[in-house]
């Protein structure tokens, strides 16, 4: 019976990616600019504050035996990395304007810095034989996916017509480090930190 046991936990996978978190001051006074686009556009699904972040790589069901080797590398990845500056900037969506299938919130600042860490981290994670999209980087904050239609006063206005041109609140914050992270479908927040790694 130990043996089955045994088995079971090293053939038990996580739903695993590496991401940039954002500072608390940041996703409440991201959440608080949501809450106006919340009243005037009708999303399947809103993100629940605490989960926003930056996809770096999306590493997929990963075996838990194999976390410990991942952990490793993203540690040795991360310590070539510096701390950067970024900022929350505009509104964007994937898809149709009329019926976009993603709305995020887009990042400005020391992008140049932000690129070169996530190919760092694509670069030491091939090594343990995760796969990089094929797509081009583009980094940025999902707040809503699947759009279902607009709400009465919006008429022909499409998404990007009633979208808030600024932010407001804290937008800005210092990157020191990135974030392993594993989805719990059904939770909320849906994601939980496995392991932190500090730039240098």
């Known amino acids: 019976m130990n043996n089955n046991l045994h088995q079971d936990h090293t053939s038990r996978r996580e739903r695993l990616f590496v991401a940039i978190r954002l500072p608390v001051t940041v996703q409440q006074s991201l959440q608080i600019d949501t809450r106006l686009v919340q009243n ?17 790589q999306f590493l997929g069901d990963t075996l838990v035996s194999d ?25 964007g969506t994937f898809g149709l304007d ?7 919130k ?18 030491a994670t091939s090594m343990l034989g995760f796969e990089a999209e094929l797509r081009p980087y583009s ?44 989805t719990r479908l059904g939770q909320s927040p849906m994601y939980e930190v496995v392991d932190t790694f500090s730039f240098t």
């Not at 005037?40 to 770096?56: A, G, P």
């Not at 887009?106 to 694509?122: A, P, Y």
């Open 98 to 104: 009329e019926a976009p299938k993603v709305l995020w």
């Open 139 to 182: 980094p940025h904050i999902t707040v809503a996916r699947k759009y279902m239609g607009q709400l009465p006063g919006n008429e022909n206005k499409g998404v990007s017509g009633v979208l808030p041109e600024h932010s407001s609140g804290v937008n800005s914050w210092i990157v020191k480090d990135v974030v392993l992270y594993v």
């Open 40 to 56: 005037k556009l009708d999303f399947r699904k809103w993100t629940d504050h605490r989960d926003y972040h930056i996809t770096l």
């Open 67 to 91: 976390i410990g080797h991942l952990r490793k590398a993203l540690r040795l990845a991360a310590a070539e990395g510096q701390a950067f500056e970024l900022q929350l900037s505009g509104w």
């Open 106 to 123: 887009g990042i400005s600042g020391e992008v140049d810095r932000l690129i070169s860490v996530q190919k760092q981290i694509v670069m």
